[in-house]
Every structure is written in C-alpha cells, then in structure tokens.
Nanobody, 119 residues
C-alpha cells in the first residue's frame, strides 16, 4: 500500500523548466519501480517516464525524451521529474504511481499536479 502526493506544478512559458515531486508512503516506495503519467484535456492518461527501484534504469516516452529527467531519493520516499524545454503540448495534470513497464500497477492515484505551459 502506498499513498502518493504530487507537487511542483505551475504556469510556465514555453522553453521554461519545472521540477515535480511525488511524496510516497513508507517502505513500499523504496522497493518499487516508479513512474510519472500525465493527462491532458480531452485525452487519456499516458505514460511519461519510469525509474527502477535503485534508480539505475530509466525509461521515457518519445515525446519527452531528452527534455525530462526522472530521479528518486529513496531516503526521502520521493520521486522527481525535472522538465526542461517545456512545450504547450506538455500541459496536463501529472501523476505518479508504482509502475511495471509503462503501466501503473495500482489504483492508488494521488490528486496530481497541474502543469500549464503557455506559448
């Protein structure tokens, strides 16, 4: 069982940067691969990035590769998403969750954090 709280979103101009954080409950976080997902207006939730338990393996959607970086700090029970060179099409609510491949493995969704990129 894990509870997830996303933060760090906001309004930013195209080309700008943001760092999102996901605070998770206890021990389960440290032994689980974690991922970021996003849901834009009128679209289904989609995979953004994933990171293995130890942080040694990462994976990204083609749309964000080279611009976003996922990382984690298991001592703080936190996963991060550093977003750079933001585009208006990155506008979405961003969520974190436990992950296998590109799919969330639980229904323990947080409330997400809104990212809005203006042109």
């Amino acid at each position: 069982q894990v509870q997830l709280v996303e933060s760090g979103g906001g309004l930013v101009q195209a080309g700008g940067s943001l760092r999102l954080s996901c605070a998770a409950s206890g021990r389960t976080f440290s032994s689980s691969a974690m991922g970021w997902f996003r849901q834009a207006p009128g679209k289904e939730r989609e995979f953004v990035a994933a990171i293995s338990w130890t942080g040694g393996i990462t994976d990204y959607a083609d749309s964000v590769k080279g611009r976003f970086t996922i990382s984690r700090d298991n001592a703080k029970n936190t996963v991060y998403l550093r977003m750079t060179s933001l585009k208006p099409e990155d506008t979405a609510v961003y969520y974190c969750n436990l992950i296998r491949g590109t799919k969330a493995t639980t229904d323990y969704w947080g409330q997400g954090t809104q990212v809005t990129v203006s042109s």
